[in-house]
């Protein structure tokens, strides 16, 4: 049954798909130890309650690692999905098992308060331009004791200054920059678009500085990379990787930023955290709701409302300046 699900009703990614794929199987595995079968006469509204109680209680601990609220929340709604479409071809004999339950009371979940500063950009801003200075350079400092270590090999500073320009100039995903194409940059209309969750393309507004960053990593970088991929990949692995089709791994994306926040200074933010620094900045130079959802890509406006939220600081701040 779940495999005819996938093949006629799924339309959603790949990557989307293994995850509802997990969710379903997760449940019929609780079916089949709590009723010995995973016949659809034993999904009752009954077990739907048990499976998600039964979460909940994992969710607590009791010696093995468990699920949040959103996970659960995840995890029900796949299956709400699921429920829905067995019974609108034959219905169960005791009406739609999930019709009635209700989603866990969370909040969205975005993390608005870990978004980076603005004095926090303009230094990884900073340390991303001197990369091809000071980046990647050699780890031999006894080979180079008392001289200048030069660049790895393969290091491609312009590329990776781009990567975390791109993080914080769009507030795209880490996901969204290793799967931009060269041909998704509009120089004229400072626009780059990129496949999103969910497999749709999102269109994202740059700045000048952004695609600056970009336009010296094609001009500088690319070509020595292109000749061996031949990939329509904006950013490229090096020439010399050994394995692969020239797009990235998103590990290396995180390494880039990695390494351009320890030359800024800056520590404890992933590339989320740039993107959450973008709703915060669009909701303090505009004040519009719909500017945050046109430009992150929020399918739902509750997701653009988290960036009016004020943080503890703002809040003690704003008691003192009285």
């Known amino acids: ?9 799924v339309t959603t990614s790949v990557s989307s798909q293994k995850v509802q794929k997990r969710d379903l199987t997760l449940f019929c595995d609780f079916l089949l130890s709590e009723c010995g079968s995973e016949e659809r006469r034993f999904w009752t509204p009954r077990q739907s ?4 109680d039964s979460l909940k209680k994992l ?9 949040g609220d959103l996970t659960i929340n995840r995890i029900m709604a796949h299956l709400k999905t699921f429920a829905k479409w067995i019974h609108k071809l034959k219905p169960f004999p005791l009406d739609n098992p999930m019709a009635k339950l209700k989603l866990l009371p969370v909040g969205t979940g975005l993390e608005v308060e ?3 500063t603005p004095a926090e950009r303009r230094r990884i801003l900073d340390a991303a331009d001197s990369l091809p200075l000071v980046g990647g350079l050699s780890k031999d400092r006894n080979r180079y004791r008392g001289r200048q270590r030069p ?13 975390v320009y791109c993080l914080i100039e769009t507030g795209m995903r880490r996901a969204a920059v290793r799967n931009l194409n060269l041909k998704a940059v509009d120089f004229k209309k400072r626009n780059v678009s990129a496949e999103e969750k969910g497999g749709h393309t999102h ?21 020595q990379d292109f000749k061996r991929w031949r990939s329509p990949a904006l ?7 050994p394995h692969g089709a020239g797009r990235l791994n998103p590990k290396v994306i995180n390494t880039a930023w990695n390494e351009v926040c320890r ?16 709703g915060k900045h669009l909701i303090e130079k505009t004040g519009n709701l719909a500017a945050v959802q046109r430009q992150l890509g929020h399918t739902n406006p509750a997701y653009s409302m988290q960036y009016t939220r004020i943080t503890d600081e703002e809040l003690g701040n704003a008691l003192e300046d009285r």
Not at 151 to 163: D, E, L, S, T, V
Request: net charge positive.
């Open 1 to 9: 049954m779940i495999e005819a699900y996938f093949r006629y009703e």
């Open 49 to 52: 309650k048990a499976f998600k």
């Open 59 to 67: 969710s607590l601990g009791q010696g093995r690692r468990g699920y």
């Open 114 to 116: 870990r978004a980076i």
């Open 151 to 163: 660049q790895r090999k393969g290091y491609r500073p312009y590329r990776n200054r781009a990567m």
């Open 203 to 223: 269109k994202y507004k740059i700045s000048r500085e952004g695609l600056g960053a970009i336009k010296d990593y094609i001009e500088k970088e690319r070509a």
């Open 235 to 241: 950013f490229l692995s090096p020439a010399s990787t």
């Open 263 to 278: 030359l800024a200074g800056v520590e404890g933010h992933t590339p989320h955290d740039a993107r959450h620094a973008m």
